[in-house]
């Protein structure tokens, strides 16, 4: 994989030197948004000048839109794994940084296709969009940026119990760069800027059964303490932080683990996985340049509305979860669904059905499908559970061929995994996944 890295980056290093504005095409979740932060990043120390576009999905439309841009290199970062075929009729060069799925096209020799699929590695845990992203750059000095890929990589929910694979090579970088430091500490969220029973539910990794996501469950937690829940955490003195911790321990024994730490960072940005909560944020509520703008160095104006967002998401995220504890899902045989018309509900229905699982108000013995209407199509995103994965689920396969099958699109990872359908379709589609999906698990 390292040498697919390096002809990558021999590729992008002729065009640089030929002066030309490099063309940057990424996904607008926090890996997709760290994906063209490292690309940019590094351009941008060298330089050269980039053109970033961020969009929700790489579409065959879009991909033929782009062909007649007239820039002679192209660089898809967190998606074009699945468009190889077009690629390689581009009359430019192409470099695809991918994590999710491959299908079969081999690439020709105007494309550069790095995926860590290719090699045998899995791309749902090993190695993310922005870690793939990072490998294309590493070679030009870069190890100062390697974190990015570490968020990136936290976006994507890697990492949450410590790296391994390619990503840890890529820690090892960061490490030695001196940008970042490990620590073991409370992996709650917003210690300083938010109250204490807030900041508990807002923390949904890992996950506080009763507590994350469900302000009241804190606040009868942190009560039955004798704990103040209107305080800060940073405002706890070390006996009251001890309590904390021992009894946070026996609800999630992972609360208490390393935390990555960028300590030059502003507060709101030191620790990795907040940064990629902030950039998740700024992608679920489309605004992708803000996201991309913050991590390639804008702060106070740009961070403050950031945060504005965040909160918002995360209050509705919050309700989301509500309503799952309130209604619960729709079972088939093999999963079980989400569905709502509510506008709100609809714009978080892929991060509730994870965290619902995660903090198991959503049974995991069954993949859960998320849907929700998009004028005349429905957004699928299907969850299940590492260990639904070892029973043979394959979500992103499953997405993949039933979308297919009513004229949509789809795929992704084994574990989590998209796609887009006719609303006409919903029906059968639901219904041909839960076969695909008893199939897999031998149910058939
Ligand atoms: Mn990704």
Same mark, same amino acid.
């Given at each position: ?168 090579? #890529?820690?090892? /970088?960061?490490?030695? =760069? ?6 073991? @500490? +409370?992996?709650?969220?917003? !210690?300083? %800027? ?16 009763? #507590?994350?996501? /469900?302000?009241?469950? =804190? ?6 303490? @004798? +704990?103040?829940?209107?305080? !800060?955490? %940073? ?210």
């Amino acid at each position: 994989m390292l040498s697919r890295a390096s002809e990558a980056t021999n590729m992008l290093k002729e065009h640089m030197e030929k002066d030309e504005v490099i063309r940057i095409i990424s996904h607008h979740d926090a890996d997709g948004i760290s994906s063209a932060a490292v690309i940019a990043n590094a351009l941008a120390e060298e330089g050269v000048q980039y053109h970033t576009t961020i969009i929700p999905r790489l579409k065959p439309d879009i991909v033929n839109e782009l062909r007649h841009e007239k820039y002679n290199l192209f660089i898809f970062s967190d998606m074009g794994s699945a468009f190889i075929k077009d690629f390689n009729t581009y009359k430019s060069d192409v470099i695809v940084a991918d994590h999710h799925q491959v299908c079969g096209s081999e690439a020709e020799s105007n494309v550069v296709h790095l995926n860590p699929h290719l090699f045998g590695i899995d791309g749902s845990k090993d190695l993310s969009g922005a870690g793939s992203s990072y490998l294309v750059i590493r070679d030009l000095n870069k190890k100062h940026l390697a974190h990015f890929a570490l968020i990136g990589a936290f976006g994507d929910m890697q990492g949450q119990k410590g790296f391994t694979g390619v990503n840890r090579l #890529i820690l090892d /970088d960061a490490l030695e =760069s001196g940008r970042l430091e490990i620590h073991e @500490g +409370l992996k709650i969220v917003s !210690k300083s %800027s938010e109250p204490l029973y807030k900041s508990l539910s807002y923390t949904f990794s890992p996950p506080l059964p009763k #507590i994350s996501g /469900d302000f009241e469950g =804190s606040i009868e937690f942190l009560e039955r303490m @004798g +704990l103040s829940y209107g305080i !800060k955490f %940073s405002d706890l003195g070390e006996e009251e932080r001890d309590i904390l911790k021992n009894e946070l321990i026996k609800i999630n024994p992972d609360i208490f683990a390393d935390c990555y730490t960028l300590p030059k960072e502003i507060p709101f940005l030191r620790d990795l996985e907040e940064y990629s909560y902030i950039l998740d944020a700024c992608g679920k509520n489309k605004k992708f340049g803000l996201g991309l703008s913050i991590a390639l160095g804008e702060r106070e104006k740009a961070l403050e509305t950031a945060i504005g967002l965040q909160k918002k998401y995360r209050d509705q995220i919050v309700k989301g979860l509500e309503w799952v504890k309130r209604e619960g899902t729709v079972q088939l045989s093999n999963s079980q669904y989400l569905y709502s018309d509510d506008k709100v509900l609809k714009s978080v229905m892929g991060t509730i059905a994870s965290i619902g699982l995660s903090v198991e108000l959503i049974d995991n013995s069954k993949p859960v499908i998320g849907l929700s209407r998009l004028h005349n199509d429905i957004k699928i995103s299907g969850r299940t559970t590492r260990s639904m994965v070892e029973k043979g689920v394959d979500l992103g396969k499953a997405l993949q061929d039933s979308s297919n099958n009513f004229g949509g699109q789809g795929g992704g990872h084994d574990i989590a995994a998209g796609a887009l359908i006719p609303y006409e379709s919903k029906h059968n589609f639901l219904h041909l996944v839960d076969d695909m999906i008893g199939f897999q698990l031998g149910n058939d």
